[in-house]
């Protein structure tokens, strides 16, 4: 559970204008959606978020703390799973847990029971226990992209981004993957971002909504008010 603050945010790739003064603020605990079409500047805003892309100007705070880089207590899920398609599922959850372990550790499997415990717990809020022990790549692309989830919930995160997490599924497995990852966000009290472009999805999965048409930000409310095509 984070508080999220970000303010007069812009980013430029020359003379593209990614993010262009975006300002917003989410309370502890609440279920976002960002909307808006290819390019809209969704992936940037996240990757701000995630600390992996520096804005240009403008600032961001998670619990009243500037984002300077990369942190652990914000995980990330991507439209591609980036699993280990080799590894089981387990194994690829337990992966998670490699900022609280040594590379060296990690290669000989030893990682410490907690972490064990919490990818087990995280295969069970996204519906896999049962498949632990199952290869990645033999899962569909539904069940991967679960397996993703729970590697993010196993990092232990207070803030949960997901970008187009289920851009690459039909309907009926995207909207699969949205119902798991807002049980996994419930349970756990996890402020999350989700970045859609789908409206229905994002109408029936959405508390609050943002959305974004070249790189500002033109709607940001409540389920009621949620009215914009964006
Ligand atoms: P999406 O719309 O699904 O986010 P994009 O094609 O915008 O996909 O971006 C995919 C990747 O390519 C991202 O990592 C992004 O940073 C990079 N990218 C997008 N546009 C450019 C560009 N004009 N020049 C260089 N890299 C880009
Ligand atoms: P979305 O996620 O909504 O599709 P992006 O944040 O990927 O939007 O892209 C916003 C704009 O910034 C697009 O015009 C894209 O081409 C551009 N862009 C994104 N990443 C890069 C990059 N690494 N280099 C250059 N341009 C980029």
Do not use: W
Not at 119 to 135: F, H, I, K, S, Y
């Amino acid at each position: 559970m984070s508080t999220i603050e970000v303010t007069n945010l812009s980013k430029s790739y020359g003379s593209v204008q990614a993010l262009d003064d975006v300002s917003f603020t989410i309370p502890d605990g609440e279920f976002v959606v960002l909307l808006g079409e290819s390019g809209a500047g969704k992936s940037t805003l996240l990757r701000c978020l995630n600390g992996i892309t520096k804005p240009t100007s403008g600032s961001i705070t998670i619990d009243g703390e500037p984002v300077k880089g990369p942190r652990n207590d914000v995980a990330m899920i991507f439209q591609q799973h980036y699993l280990l398609e080799q590894m089981s599922a387990y194994s690829n959850a337990l992966t998670g847990a490699l900022g609280r372990t040594s590379f060296l550790e990690s290669l000989f499997g030893r990682y410490e029971t907690d972490d064990k415990h919490e990818a087990l717990r995280a295969l069970d809020t996204v519906g896999l226990l049962d498949q632990a022990n199952q290869r990645a790549g033999h899962m569909s692309g539904g069940q991967q992209q679960r397996v993703g989830i729970a590697r993010a919930l196993v990092q232990n995160p207070n803030l949960l981004l997901a970008d187009e997490p289920v851009a690459s599924l039909d309907p009926a497995s995207a909207e699969n993957v949205m119902r798991y990852i807002r049980r996994a966000a419930a349970e756990r009290d996890l402020s999350t971002i989700a970045s859609l472009h789908q409206v229905n999805i994002a109408r029936e999965f959405g508390e609050r909504f943002l959305g974004m048409k070249n790189g500002e930000l033109v709607f940001d409310g409540y389920r009621d008010d949620f009215t914009v095509d964006v």
